[in-house]
């Protein structure tokens, strides 16, 4: 699933709660699993999304990072790049691939730079979507519905909160991940198609 790089992980992939390659469909992760309390592992995920052009060449990078009970660090990273595409949907798949990775529900603190990606959450775009069948307040159908439908899904497992940050600011996760992004964008050579991109 394109890069994976990073720490050792094995504690966090041998308990089950990630998977080795996120799912390019969508399906597999957490979904289906229950929430129970005081159960749930505590990650955070880092993402930051990446075109050449608007629409253009793209790529995502996303950090899954998980502190043991030892103190150990248990760190992943996965990034990916695609032929045509825009930033937004870039910022929504880097998102979307780190919470699918998940196999088992966890509190997620999820850090981005995106206000698009954000705010559709912390200023409740997405109810308002959803109320009204996916149209925005200007009536108009809400673009990139299709990876705003896998985020829903594979967000829906995980206890979830999105925390904004400024970008090209010395932050540095945001940095590594849109290292990861801008690499995989400009590597044509192991680009993907962007199936829901509709130019």
Not at 5 to 20: C, K, L, P, R
Not at 27 to 39: K, L, N, Q
Not at 123 to 150: E, F, H, I, M, S
């Amino acid at each position: 699933m394109g890069a994976q790089h990073g720490f050792s992980f094995s504690e966090f992939s041998q308990a089950g709660f990630v998977s080795d390659a996120a799912r390019p469909d969508g399906r597999g992760g957490a979904a289906g699993a229950r929430i129970e309390e005081g159960s749930l592992m505590e990650v955070t995920l880092y993402s930051d999304g990446s075109s050449r052009g608007n629409p253009g060449p793209g790529g995502y990078g996303t950090i899954l990072r998980y502190k043991a009970p030892s103190g150990a660090v248990h760190e992943k990273e996965f990034s990916e790049g695609f032929s045509c595409t825009t930033n937004n949907r870039m910022e929504l798949l880097g998102c979307i691939v780190g919470l699918e990775a998940l196999r088992r529900p966890c509190t997620v603190t999820v850090y981005s730079d995106s206000q698009y990606l954000v705010n559709a959450f912390n200023q409740n775009w997405v109810a308002g979507w959803l109320k009204r069948g996916w149209k925005n307040a200007q009536k108009q159908p809400v673009k990139n519905v299709d990876l705003w439908k896998r985020l829903l899904a594979a967000k829906e497992p995980h206890a979830v909160t999105f925390v904004w940050v400024k970008g090209h600011a010395g932050h540095a996760e945001n940095e590594r991940c849109d290292a990861l992004a801008t690499a995989a964008a400009d590597n044509p050579a192991c680009h993907k198609e962007d199936a829901g991109f509709k130019g």
